[in-house]
């Protein structure tokens, strides 16, 4: 169980959550499931979510697992008319799925610092700049276009994206996912543009700096310290750590209901730990 942030009450809607088998959007999939929504929880990874949604059911809560692929629409539909047979309509879609690539990423964070053997900018590859720019942007595109229209027949719902604060101000080393974040905030306001006469908002969320699977060996050395990185990111954030999964709750819960948000759209909220104030 987590000790959710708000009481706000989901009872009745259909939660779309792409990545769910993922560390933040489970949590997040889990948090709506407490809030008395029914649950959808997608990812490419079908023995995650099966295992996430059986753990929510023991509980006394509702949550199905769905195998999905974001970048394939097949895959969306299918899941689509899945979600709809169990648990009815998308009433909130959260677009979870997104993430980088060890090939996209380079090993020194300016071009003088160029050691060899160590991979650079010019060592980057195209095949993982496309999967970064596909998995986070088309990620996010193909699920709305599947999901939203659920909610234009209902004519009211919430879509909630995942951009990051390097779509603010872009990190060393990433560049494809920095540009890729930028353009999930561009799109955020876009739809929240588009739906505005829907009755549909879009918002999203900026995480700060989270600990996870994809970031920790850029931030922990093999023995567990904290890598020069990590010291010069702490360094720069008021709050002085690194932001915790579950703190992104609260401000997901609140964006995607339409009593405490009615009137947000449009917006990419900072859940930062003070980063960009400093």
Request: with cysteine; glycine share 10%.
């Amino acid at each position: 169980m987590i000790n959710l942030p708000l009481n706000i009450d989901y009872t009745g809607k259909v939660v779309v959550v792409t990545g769910a088998g993922g560390l933040i959007c489970s949590a997040m999939a889990r948090a709506f499931a407490q809030s008395g929504a029914k649950v959808a929880a997608l990812d490419l990874n079908l023995a995650n979510v099966e295992k996430l949604a059986n753990e929510l059911k023991a509980e006394g809560f509702i949550c199905e697992a769905f195998e999905a692929n974001v970048l394939k629409m097949d895959s969306l539909k299918a899941a689509h008319d899945a979600v709809v047979e169990k648990l009815g309509e998308c009433d909130v879609l959260v677009n979870g799925a997104g993430g980088n690539n060890p090939a996209a990423t380079t090993d020194n964070e300016y071009q003088h610092e160029a050691l060899e053997g160590k991979k650079s900018f010019f060592d980057l590859s195209q095949d993982g700049i496309d999967f970064v720019f596909k998995l986070n942007f088309q990620g996010t595109l193909l699920p709305t276009q599947v999901f939203a229209a659920d909610m234009v027949k209902k004519g009211k719902g919430a879509i909630l994206n995942i951009s990051s604060m390097n779509a603010y101000i872009p990190l060393t080393k990433i560049p494809a996912y920095s540009a890729a974040k930028a353009g999930i905030s561009n799109f955020t306001q876009w739809l929240a543009t588009h739906f505005a006469g829907t009755g549909i908002r879009c918002n999203a969320i900026a995480p700060g700096f989270l600990l996870s699977a994809q970031n920790r060996s850029l931030l922990f050395d093999e023995e567990g310290n904290p890598t020069a990185r990590s010291k010069k990111i702490l360094n720069g954030t008021p709050m002085g750590r690194f932001v915790e999964g579950e703190e992104l709750l609260g401000a997901t819960l609140m964006l995607c209901d339409d009593r405490a948000a009615s009137a947000i759209t449009g917006i990419v909220l900072p859940i930062d730990a003070g980063f960009s104030a400093y």
